[in-house]
């Protein structure tokens, strides 16, 4: 994670390494087939085409404005190297980033979810949880998706 803010205007990020012991043709897969992501994130109406406007469906939060629909765009794609989205709703205004480096006979997965505004209150508590959420429920989600794909 990057450092809490100062005021200077700079946003925060998340930063997530794993080594998955699947191609980068699987790993890729489970991230760009709906029905696979939806197994280890959320369901999703995803389309790997640059500009595609989806969203994740998730459970709504209480007491915070989330309505539990994350709204996202496709940004960026390189086929089994880099997927980039944008990652909105509840207050964010975020970006997400998978990107994939073959290592040995598997592949070295980076996630970064940048873009969180420390000095926001719904920043700062989404910051909070999404970082253990990604570093230990989605991955283990993944590691589960990827071990049940053939």
């Known amino acids: ?21 699947h191609p980068p043709a699987k790993v890729w897969r489970a991230l760009t087939e709906p029905e696979l992501l939806a197994r280890w994130l959320m ?33 960026a794609i390189e086929e089994e190297r880099l997927l980039r989205i944008s990652w909105g709703g ?7 980033t998978w990107r994939l480096v073959p290592e040995g ?3 070295r997965l980076f996630i970064e979810h940048a873009g969180f505004d420390l000095d926001d209150p719904v920043n700062a508590f989404a910051f909070r949880g999404m970082g253990s959420g990604w570093r230990t429920g989605v991955i283990r989600s993944l590691h589960a998706a990827l071990a049940e794909v053939g």
């Open 90 to 96: 509840g207050g964010l205004d975020t970006t997400v």
């Open 1 to 21: 994670m990057t450092p809490p803010q100062d005021g200077s205007g700079e946003r925060a990020s998340i930063e997530v390494e794993e080594f998955l012991p």
């Open 105 to 107: 006979r598997g592949t």
């Open 43 to 75: 369901p999703n109406d995803f389309k790997p085409v640059v500009g595609h406007r989806f969203t994740f469906a998730s459970k709504p939060i209480p007491n915070v404005d989330f309505d539990g629909t994350v709204d996202c765009r496709v940004l």
